[in-house]
């Protein structure tokens, strides 16, 4: 950045452009988020729904008739430097400023439909992104801040020299942590999800280790969520501990619209004399994906999680089926132009669907039953927020549709 600009020729796409004065070192971006407190200290108060006459979960100016609503916490952010940044010392410098289920930063890749991130290193890759750390000048990235008007610091320290192509940068499979990089195959399209093992990690939330997904509406989309209570949020990459591996059950979520054969693979890094092993509930099947590839026909409109599940064992002996934990109620999310609903509901639950200004876009009477879709408008983009009313029960979820 400097204060004077010289051209030397005013040819179209030519001609030398010269900048002079001093260039930022440093700067700092104040983010915006509708909430006052941070998710954690938000979850008790947010589960009254959007009756809640406390109104002390907003930030000033901010609520569910308010025009001033906004942020919804995800900012467009991008390196300052007119250098390379490294972007894993701006996730460790602003930890405490991000969502606690996505410390990281995403980037958006327009050719595959996909959102990558960059997060704490296992030495694994984000979907097609190799292990990459450096984010170049320029480039834009996005980041969910925790609360409002945090600020998320660029420091003298994040600059690094990097020429390389983006992208590119690969680890080597000793760098690994040992884990497994579950993949499914649909038509022409392909979806990732990543599950890594470390004496230091534990079976809830490792905060920038496990990484929220940012959904794209992709043909086919894979996540995990959390084993030792699912809090909602569907996981790219969800760290484990290796003590006791062989009793975790990792749920396995799916959603396609369209359905049809469905081929699961995995790129795996040995767990000990552990095999990485997929359960298929419905059919009975037990695969060792270290050695073999799975394929299935789903049915159209395959939401959630409840038949996939993964394993980490010796021996298919050692696997025990189990019944899936009931949840503390219903997971709502966001997938290919629609608000997903799975739990029980009874016939005359009814969701409402709100923009970031509180106003209501749509009201649905549900069909009862574990699961039920709702159509968001043609191009609705942004942060969305549900309610599910049944009787007394009432539930909220922010969804993101990108």
Known sequence: RGNNLEQEDSSPGEGLITFTGPVAQS????????????????????????????????????GWESSLYGGGGWNLLGNPFTSAMNARTFVTVN??????????????????????????????????????????????????????????SFTPGMQEHSNQVPMLKSAATDDR????????????????????????????????YDVGMLSAGSEIEIYTTLVEKDNGVNFARQALPTANADAIIVPIGIDTEKGGEVTF???????????????????????????????????????????????????????ETQAEEP??????????????????????????????????IT????????MNTITI?????GIYIIRVADGPRITTQKVVFP
């Open 27 to 62: 700067a700092s971006i104040t983010a915006t988020s509708p909430y006052r407190n941070g998710y954690l200290p938000r979850a008790t108060e947010f589960d009254y729904g959007l009756d809640n006459p406390d109104l002390t979960i907003w930030a000033s100016g901010r």
């Open 177 to 208: 942590w040992p884990g497994i990089r579950l993949e499914v195959r649909s038509g022409g399209e392909e979806a990732s999800t990543t599950l890594v093992f470390n004496e230091a990690m534990a079976l809830g939330l490792d905060r920038g």
């Open 95 to 152: 930890a405490g400023v991000f969502d606690p289920n996505y410390q990281a930063v995403y980037l958006y890749d327009g050719t595959a439909n996909t959102y990558y991130y960059i997060a704490n290193s296992t030495g694994w890759p984000s979907g097609d992104f190799m292990d990459r750390a450096h984010i170049q000048a320029g480039q834009g990235f996005w980041a969910l801040a925790y609360y409002n008007n945090v600020d998320f």
């Open 327 to 360: 949840g503390s109620g219903l997971r709502i999310w966001a997938y290919d132009g629609k608000v997903i609903i799975k739990g029980e509901v009874t016939g005359r639950a009814v969701c409402s669907v709100y923009d970031i200004r509180g106003k209501k």
């Open 377 to 381: 408008p043609a191009g609705s983009t």
């Open 363 to 370: 009201e649905t009477h549900l069909d009862g039953g574990d």
């Open 265 to 319: 693979s995995a790129y795996t890094v040995p767990l000990g004399n552990n095999k990485f092993w997929l359960e298929d509930r419905t059919t009975g099947i037990i695969t060792d994906l270290s050695a073999s590839t799975y394929k299935v026909l789903l049915p159209a409109k395959t939401y959630g999680t409840g038949r996939f599940y993964l394993k980490a064992t010796s021996s298919i002996t050692d696997i």
